[in-house]
């Protein structure tokens, strides 16, 4: 009688209100998203009350001097190569 009878598994059909929070590379809150290296954003539903979480952080990486490709194409090798023995140890299997 006195409860809410909306389902809370059915999203309502207004746009939920969105918190954005940036931090630029020396730790201060930025408005400019190209400046962000990590922030938060946070959706709200009806009544005010958070639904949803999102944190995010970029960093800058450097790949190891031996690896004179980029990783993506070292980690497609490396599961041909995996794949490959798979196939040789079948084989062996199979005819012995």
Known sequence: ????????????????KRAVRFVDADGLPTDDPAAAVSG????YGDHG??????????????RPS??????????LWVLAALMTVWLVIGLVLHFT
């Open 49 to 62: 009350r958070l639904r949803h979480r999102t944190s995010f952080f970029l960093t800058e990486t450097n």
């Open 1 to 16: 009688m006195g409860r809410d009878e909306t389902d809370p598994a059915v999203p309502s059909a207004a746009e939920p």
């Open 40 to 43: 938060e954003i946070a959706e």
């Open 66 to 75: 031996w690896l004179k490709i980029s990783e993506p194409a070292f980690l």
